[in-house]
């Protein structure tokens, strides 16, 4: 309930700064977006120092930090995927680690996939297997599977991830500091070929990766993304573990780390390789899911956002910066339905449709100039091809997130909470190149018979002729 009362009033408060000076929006608007480019531009020059501090005197690894890592790779209906993933995280150079695979009350062969392999590799995978009443939800997986883990730190990958053999050796030694609860590794998506839409959420994850740079250059307030996330134990027992009740167990564990003073560092140069959604609807699905939790992780710790004396002004600042992302598409529809109000009472106001018009443009402007600077940085793209992508990944940006914006909101407002989980289906990849193999196969035999029939029909003209 506090959620409602607490975005209604931000809703009404925003309406009313609108309405009443609606006739000096543009100035507000100019005044918000110069805010947003001079942080944006903070963050970049903190970026180029440390990289240049770096480069001059590298900071030395204490080769000897080598903790023991708990593996968790929670699975529900999984058996597509999960076998490739055990068997990858087993191929990790890192000397001490233990791989915990959790099947979430699955109705496939997931669980007995994770019996076989826990027989297959004795003394390296636990198969963690949960009752079909136990709790649903990522969180209480995890929960219930940290209970038996013995490692000082926790590794959590998603059922589908891949990496690297030296994922976790270089990954480690950013969790080594007192201060640091745990470490981010960039997201990476691995089938980004397969159509118009995969491609788009790479070029998203790359844009994600600027801007999570950019806030551990400040040490602001970087976020956990679920797969590919270390924490130190120590900073899972300070704040009680994951939470059970909420859908976004990564953005609401980053919060409440934060809150009691850990530190969240993003490590850009260490990839783990995800299966991106190669279907519209599914993709809505899960987005809805990441901006709900994103949106009332920040509602349900407002206050204690506020008044929290461990964590530092400068995670506070950059939560602040953050948020007012959501400010802008919140303002822009806002203006439009008083404008369309009154249009209707035949009192149109020709100051709130330019202010309406330009912070439409503002906002393409800065998706397009955002997503080419991170495929120009981390992608290493051309120029000109950088330039195509940014222009239809940032109309993607749009189509998905402002609509998504509206209906969250509404159902913050207006509808119960509930924990529908939206999961994400994976092994898409692997059906499609099925398909495909099948329809290839098809046409192979089509073009087969129609051969055989052209000299069919040739024998029997011989025939006749004699």
């Not at 695979?101 to 003394?123: C, F, G, H, M, W």
């Not at 990522?138 to 998603?158: E, H, M, T, W």
């Not at 801007?211 to 797969?227: I, M, P, T, Y």
């Not at 609509?403 to 913050?412: E, N, R, Y």
Request: hydrophobic letters at 45%; glycine letters at 4%.
């Amino acid at each position: 309930m506090k959620e409602r009362i607490l975005l209604f009033l931000i809703v009404l408060g925003l309406t009313v700064f609108v309405y009443i000076f609606q006739s000096y929006t543009v100035w507000g608007l100019a005044i918000l977006v110069s805010l947003m480019a001079t942080y944006a531009l903070f963050t970049n020059i903190a970026y180029k120092i440390k990289q240049r501090k770096k480069k001059k005197n590298p900071e030395p690894r204490n080769e000897n930090y080598k903790p023991f890592v708990s593996i968790m790779i929670p699975a529900h209906n999984e058996d597509s995927v999960i076998a490739n993933t055990v068997k990858t995280v087993l191929n990790l150079d890192y000397p001490n680690f233990e791989v915990i695979a959790i099947d979430d009350r699955s109705t496939d062969n997931t669980a007995q996939v994770l019996k076989d392999l826990e027989q297959e590799y004795p003394n390296k995978v636990i198969a963690f297997i949960r009752p079909k009443d136990a709790f649903p939800g990522k969180s209480a997986v995890l929960n219930d599977a940290l209970a038996y883990a013995k490692g000082d730190a926790i590794l959590v990958f998603d059922a589908d991830a891949t990496m690297e053999p030296d994922f976790l050796t270089n990954l480690v030694y950013e969790l080594e500091p007192k201060d640091v609860g745990a470490v981010q590794a960039r997201k990476i998506v691995r089938n980004k070929d397969v159509n118009l839409l995969t491609k788009c959420q790479n070029n998203e994850m790359t844009m994600d990766t600027h801007f999570q740079v950019g806030r551990d250059s400040v040490k602001g307030a970087v976020e956990l993304r679920g797969n590919g996330e270390l924490i130190k134990r120590e900073a899972l027992e300070d704040i009680g573990g994951w939470n059970n009740y909420t859908i976004t167990d990564d953005l609401d564990m980053s919060t409440r780390l934060h809150i009691k003073g850990w530190d969240v560092r993003f490590c850009h140069d260490t990839a783990v390789y995800e299966e991106g959604i190669m279907y519209l609807f599914p993709l809505y699905k899960q987005r809805r899911r990441w901006l709900e939790g994103t949106i009332r992780r920040y509602l349900e710790y407002f206050w204690e956002i506020l008044t929290s004396k461990k964590m530092s002004m400068r995670v506070r600042l950059d939560m602040i910066a953050y948020i007012s992302e959501f400010i802008m598409p919140a303002w822009f529809i806002i203006e439009v339905g008083i404008l369309l109000l009154k249009i209707i009472l035949k009192d149109a106001n020709p100051h709130i449709l330019m202010s309406s018009g330009i912070m439409g443009c503002i906002i393409g402007f800065c998706f397009v100039l955002a997503c080419r600077y991170s495929l120009r940085r981390y992608d290493n793209i051309p120029r000109t091809e950088a330039l195509i992508q940014s222009i239809y990944t940032s109309v993607y940006l749009l189509v998905i997130w402002f609509p998504l914006v509206l209906f969250i909101g509404t159902k913050i407002l207006f509808m119960k909470k509930d924990m529908n989980w939206g999961k994400t289906a994976h092994g898409l990849v692997q059906h499609e190149h099925a398909i495909q193999k099948a329809k290839a196969k098809i046409k192979k035999a089509k073009s087969e018979a129609r051969a055989k029939i052209r000299l069919a029909k040739a024998e029997l003209k011989k025939l006749l002729a004699k």
